[in-house]
């Protein structure tokens, strides 16, 4: 089993919603990442989890709160949200490390809608 | 900030070699090349990867100069399924976001 799967693939969500985005693999990957990409531009990293610890926040807000429960699971938690935080969110996974190296295996993403 | 430059978009034609161009003047020792392919409202996925010379797999060849300040993505004999954005990375393993930060991406438009 070569995928990431990610729940929702839409979600639709009022600013002062509390929403969550989930995020799955089962290669025995010991990082994961979220993305960000706005219409038309590349993915913007926004966390790296590495052996279930954060290991890189790219200095998001604090509205977006990321949690890795196991090895396996990857949580995005949404709270008031903005409306220009609309965007397609990408959960990624690496073997071991992160870095340069390793092959990252993308999710279909989830298409989030801040009204 | 992304350490590569590509080109904005390029155009071809089914049946021929595409080679994309990335640049990266100041690639560290330690640093690998990494190109990925996007298609639309979908995760981007993993072409090929090299340090240096020439790397080929099933799908793409990746040509690297001796230097390493550029490389080069071959797409032999392309198809309209290969319209898609083409990402190029540099970076090293074992931790830092480097290898991570993708720069603005190679819009092929492949025409019949």
């Known amino acids: 089993d070569t995928e990431v799967t990610q729940t929702p693939k839409h979600l639709v969500m009022g600013m002062t919603n509390k929403k969550s985005l989930k995020c799955e693999q089962h290669?025995?990957?010991?990082?994961m990442y979220w993305y960000k990409q706005k219409a038309k531009k590349p993915p913007e990293l926004m966390f790296v989890y590495s052996y279930e610890k954060l290991s890189i926040n790219e200095s998001v807000p604090s509205r977006f709160s990321p949690e890795c429960p196991n090895s396996s699971l990857l949580n995005l938690h949404l709270h008031a949200l903005q409306p220009e935080d609309s965007a397609l969110y990408l959960c990624a996974s690496t073997h071991a490390g992160y870095g340069g190296t390793d092959t990252q295996y993308f999710g279909p993403g989830t298409r989030l809608t801040v009204l | 900030l992304a350490k590569t430059t590509q080109p904005i978009s390029m155009d071809s034609y089914e049946g021929q070699e595409v080679n994309i161009t990335c640049s990266h003047n100041n690639i560290a020792t330690n640093d690998y090349i990494t190109w990925y392919q996007q298609f639309p409202s979908q995760g981007p996925r993993f072409i090929i990867q090299?340090?240096?010379t020439k790397v080929t797999n099933e799908v793409a060849s990746l040509f690297i100069p001796a230097d390493r300040k550029s490389s080069t993505l071959s797409l032999p004999r392309v198809s309209l399924s290969d319209t898609a954005v083409y990402y190029c990375l540099v970076g090293e393993g074992g931790g830092g976001a480097d290898g991570l930060t993708f720069g603005k991406g190679t819009h092929l438009i492949i025409q019949p």
């Open positions: 290669m025995g990957h010991r990082a």
């Open positions: 090299g340090y240096k």
